[in-house]
C-alpha cells in the first residue's frame, strides 16, 4: 500500500487567495499553511503597510479607505503574477469585482468562514481595524457580515472556522481542501 505523502513531498499549483472576514484568520491561517508547504506567505495589508511605511489605520485616517482600495487591487495583481504562493488578502478585497476577476484568473480563492460570534471574539480588543472605529464596532461588524457573506460564497473553496480549532487544524483543513481540488499535488517524483 502507498504510504501517505508528507506535506513536504507536495507542490502548490496556482497561487491560494484566502478570503473573509477581518477576524476569521486569515493571515494566522496563510501563514501556516505556507510553512506546511514551504511556499512564500504573502498578505496584502502587511504589503501595503510595508510599502507605505504606515499602518492600515494610518493610510485610512491620511489617504482614505478608496486610496487603500486601489492599492490592496495593485498589491494583489501584483502578488498574483509571482510564483504560486498563499496571499491572504484584507477582509474588503474580495468585495471587489476587479479583484475576483484577477484571483479567478491565476488563483484560487479560499473562504475562510467562521461565525459571527468568533470573529467578534477576536476582533473586539483589537484597534488595528479602522472600519471597526464607529460608536457601535458589533452592529457595524453584524452588517459588514451580513453585506459580504454572499460575496464570500462565490470563492472557489469554502473553509469552515470553528472555535475550538487551532491555527495549525484550520490550516490542515485548508491543505486537505486544496488537495481534493487539485490545487496541491504530489511533488513529480516524490
Ligand atoms: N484557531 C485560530 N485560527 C485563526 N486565528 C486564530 C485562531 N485562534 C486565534 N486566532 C487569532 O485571531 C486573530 C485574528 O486573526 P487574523 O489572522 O489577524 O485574521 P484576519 O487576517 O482574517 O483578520 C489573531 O490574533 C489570531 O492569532
Ligand atoms: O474588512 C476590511 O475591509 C478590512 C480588513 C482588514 O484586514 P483583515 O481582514 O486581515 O483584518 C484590512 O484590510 C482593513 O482594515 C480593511
Ligand atoms: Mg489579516
Known amino acids: 500500500m502507498a504510504e501517505r505523502l508528507a506535506v ?16 476569521a484568520g486569515k493571515t494566522a491561517v ?3 499553511v505556507a510553512t506546511a508547504l514551504s511556499v512564500p506567505f504573502r498578505d496584502s495589508d502587511a504589503e501595503i503597510e510595508n510599502a507605505a511605511n504606515m499602518s492600515i489605520a494610518e493610510i485610512f485616517a491620511r489617504d482614505g479607505e478608496p486610496f487603500f482600495r486601489r492599492k ?9 503574477a509571482d510564483t504560486p ?13 476587479e479583484n475576483r476577476r484577477a484571483i479567478s484568473g ?7 468562514n467562521a461565525d459571527l460570534s468568533l470573529l467578534w471574539a477576536r476582533v473586539r480588543h483589537k484597534d488595528t481595524r479602522p472600519l471597526l472605529r464607529t460608536p457601535d464596532p458589533y452592529g457595524t461588524l453584524a452588517a ?27 490550516a490542515g483543513k485548508v491543505i486537505e481542501a486544496l ?9 513529480e517524483g516524490a
Do not use: K
Open 179 to 187: 488537495r481534493d481540488r487539485g490545487v496541491v499535488t504530489p511533488e
Open 85 to 97: 504562493a498563499i496571499l491572504s488578502t484584507g477582509g474588503g478585497a474580495f468585495l471587489q469585482e
Open 144 to 170: 459588514l457580515y451580513e453585506a459580504r457573506v454572499p460575496v464570500y460564497a462565490l470563492a472557489d473553496i469554502e473553509v469552515r472556522t470553528l472555535p475550538r480549532m487551532t491555527i495549525e487544524q484550520t
Open 106 to 112: 491565476t488563483g484560487v480563492s479560499v473562504w475562510l
Open 8 to 23: 513536504s513531498d507536495l507542490r502548490l499549483r496556482r497561487t491560494v487567495v484566502l478570503v473573509g472576514m477581518m477576524g
Open 72 to 80: 490592496e487591487a495593485q498589491v494583489i495583481a501584483r502578488l498574483l
Open 30 to 32: 496563510g501563514r501556516a
